[in-house]
């Protein structure tokens, strides 16, 4: 089995700063892609930023340059650095990650998400 653990949510104001972290743990030979994805009430789930399988970055438009994507150096960890924090980044944040396990299945796993409030 494989777990996605997140943590760093909570409530900031406008314009703040927070940094989530998410470790993945359990039967893994090799992490694929690993990122980040978000859910407002009443949306679909959108990509934030995510690590490629071949390791390069990509993010969602709407970040525009404030929020960073990084891995940890056992690449098992990724974190999501979010700054110039705005209302509507309100929402709940999912780790995500394309994991081959010791049985050489490869296959999506999701953290249980952890919540953003941008709000004064």
């Known amino acids: 089995q494989v777990q996605l653990v997140e943590s760093g949510g909570g409530l900031v104001q406008p314009g703040g700063s927070l940094r989530l972290s998410c470790a993945a743990s359990g039967s893994i030979f090799s992490t694929h892609e690993m990122g980040w994805y978000r859910q407002a009430p009443g949306k679909q789930r959108e990509l934030v930023a995510t690590?490629?399988?071949?390791?390069?970055?990509v993010y969602a438009d709407f970040v525009q340059g404030r929020f960073t994507i990084s891995r940890g150096n056992a690449k098992n960890t990724v974190y999501l650095q979010m700054s110039s924090l705005k209302p509507e980044d309100t929402a709940v944040y999912y780790c995500?990650?394309?994991?081959?396990?010791?049985?050489?299945?490869?296959?999506?796993?999701w953290g249980q998400g952890t919540q953003v409030t941008v709000s004064t």
């Open positions: 690590f490629t399988s071949g390791g390069s970055t």
């Open positions: 995500k990650g394309v994991i081959r396990t010791l049985s050489l299945i490869t296959q999506d796993y």
